[in-house]
T-cell receptor
């Protein structure tokens, strides 16, 4: 069935370093790939997304890359700051065909040490 | 001016009880969802409604019954609560074909 694998499950970096989180999806019909940040006790919040007609997208310190052939997509955070500490979720979906349903990865707990 | 709001934020109840969670969105979206986040933080879709019509019903026990009186509201009623129902339940909404999903603040349900 549909599945999204995300790794690593935990990631600890020093402030100023880069962080990379990787996801793999199984459903080749997926064409929409959002990333969510969830702080402790809060709701998941969309931070960036990418659609299948684009290979890379950047927004200030965060960027996403997509390899449709390999069914991989990644989140890159540069110049990490303590406030980047949170759980990050990747997701995959096909809004036009699947009623907006998103399949989420297992989450990555990112810790940025000052 | 909260975009997706759900109530209550916390719900503690005994096994066997029936409870409801309410959700409202003021974004003008046509699709609303219920997601469940378990103790391991895993987020899984339960239901999706588009223009008040049920379009996704994942393998959720019949004890869970969503109701959408209009496009802006999607409530979740749970009968005969079990210990395993303890989780955080998130309401969410989107324009179906746009994909961008916005989440409510969550309801932490604890069944004792």
């Amino acid at each position: 069935g549909e599945n999204v694998e995300q790794h690593p499950s935990t990631l600890s970096v020093q402030e100023g370093d880069s962080a990379v989180i990787k996801c793999t999806y199984s459903d080749s019909a997926s064409n929409y790939f959002p990333w969510y940040k969830q702080e402790l006790g809060k709701r998941p919040q969309l931070i960036i997304d990418i659609r299948s007609n684009v290979g890379e997208k950047k927004d200030q310190r965060i960027a996403v890359t997509l390899n449709k052939t390999a069914k991989h997509f990644s989140l890159h955070i540069t110049e990490t700051q303590p406030e980047d500490s949170a759980v990050y979720f990747c997701a995959a979906g096909s809004p036009y065909n699947q009623g907006g349903k998103l399949i989420f990865g297992q989450g990555t707990e990112l810790s940025v040490k000052p | 001016d909260t975009a997706v709001s759900q109530t209550p934020k916390y719900l503690v109840t005994q096994m066997g009880n029936d409870k409801s969670i309410k959700c409202e969105q003021n974004l003008g979206h046509d699709t609303m969802y219920w997601y469940k986040q378990d103790s391991k933080k895993f987020l899984k879709i339960m239901f999706s409604y588009n223009n008040k019509e049920l379009i996704i019903n994942e393998t959720v026990p019949n004890r869970f019954s969503p109701k959408s009186p209009d496009k802006a509201h999607l409530n979740l009623h749970i009968n005969s609560l079990e210990l395993g129902d303890s989780a955080v339940y998130f309401c969410a909404s989107s324009f179906r074909q746009a994909g961008l999903v916005f989440f409510g603040q969550g309801t932490r349900l604890t069944v004792v």
